[in-house]
C-alpha cells in the first residue's frame, strides 16, 4: 500500500500531465523480504493435491447470476465429477438474494466432498469471500476453512491490498489455498498511454499474497499481447527474472525466496 502511495500516490493528479503511465519497476530484494507472499505457492499446492506434471484444469460457473444455491451446487458437482479439478465462483457471486453466501458455501462443499468420493482425487471450488469489510470477509474465510474445503478466492483490486494482504496471512495460518481474481484491473492498465501495466500489478500481488492470479490469454476474448502476457506470467512464477524488453521485463528481479503465483489462463481461452 505504502509503495504504491508514494510511487503513484500524487503524481497522476498533477495537471501538467496530460497522460501517465508507470510501466514497471524493479523491487529492492531488502524491501521483498518484508513480505510474505504467496499463503503457499505453486510446489505447495500440487503437494496438496497430489497432482503434477500437468496443467491444472478449472472453469468458472455460468450463468454467473440467477441459480439458487442447490443449482449451483449441482453444476459444482458435474464439473467436478467430470474430470475438472476446480470450479469457480464469478466475481459477481458474492450474497445476493436469490443466493446467500452460506448456502452457497454449504452446496459447494457438498458436491467437492461428493466428487471427491466418487473420483478418489482431491478437488476444489473457489469460494468467493470477498466482501464488503474485512471483518465480513475473514467470517467467510473462517467458515470455508470450518467446511473443510481447499480454497477460497478475493478480488485483490477491489477488495484492497491491506485486505488481501490480512486474507494472505490467515491462509497461510490455516492451510487455505488463495485464488486472486484481478476485476477492474483494466481500468487501471489498459489505456497504453495512462495508468499502470498489470505486470506492476501481478508484481504486487505476489508481495500481498495470493497462490493463483488471472494472467489473462493470448488467444481468448479479453485484451492481451503474446510475449507481454508470458512476460508477466515469468515474473508470478519465477524466482529470478532477467531484463529482456522484448517480453515487457524491463527490470531484473530477484524475489529471493518469495513463493511463486500460479498464472491462470483466464478469458475464454476457447473464443
Known sequence: TNMFTSIVGNVFGFKALRALRLEDLRIPTAYVKTFQGPPHGIQVERDKLNKYGRPLLGCTIKPKLGLSAKNYGRAVYECLRGGLDFTKDDENVNSQPFMRWRDRFLFCAEALYKAQAETGEIKGHYLNATAGTCEEMMKRAIFARELGVPIVMHDYLTGGFTANTSLAHYCRDNGLLLHIHRAMHAVIDRQKNHGIHFRVLAKALRMSGGDHIHSGTVVGKLEGERDITLGFVDLLRDDFIEKDR??????????????????????????
Open 246 to 271: 522484448s517480453r515487457g521485463i524491463y527490470f531484473t528481479q530477484d524475489w529471493v525466496s518469495l513463493p511463486g503465483v500460479l498464472p491462470v489462463a483466464s478469458g475464454g481461452i476457447h473464443v
